[in-house]
Nanobody, 124 residues
């Protein structure tokens, strides 16, 4: 059983930065496409970024391109989300997820494992 634990959320102001971490245990991390999703208050969960399990390719939503960067350290079984120039509309619960052998562009329904989420609040 794969377990994912997110950390690094908090309350920040517009323009600040945060780095989220997600530590995985169980399974074979190096074969998982890792994704970050978020769920703003009152809205559905949406895709943020993904790190393909092979080749280092990444994919991110248009709303975060140029501001957020996903990266992974397979030796530490950890995926990160560096968030810069944060805006109030980035306020959400951020979830880490794992998709075994998945494509970087895979839809949300193909992600098999999910963390409990970490809350990010950006004030204006």
């Amino acid at each position: 059983q794969v377990q994912l634990v997110e950390s690094g959320g908090g309350m920040v102001q517009t323009g600040d930065s945060l780095r989220l971490s997600c530590a995985a245990s169980g399974g074979t991390f190096g074969t998982y496409t890792m994704g970050w999703f978020r769920q703003p208050p009152g809205k559905e969960r949406e895709f943020v970024a993904a790190s393909y399990w092979r080749g280092g390719r990444t994919h991110s939503a248009d709303s975060v391109k140029g501001r957020f960067t996903i990266s992974r350290d397979n030796a530490k079984n950890t995926v990160y989300l560096q968030m810069n120039s944060l805006k109030p509309e980035d306020t959400a619960v951020y979830y880490c997820s794992a998709n075994p052998w998945g494509l970087a562009t895979a839809p949300r329904r193909e992600y098999k494992y999910w963390g409990q989420g970490t809350r990010v609040t950006v004030s204006s």
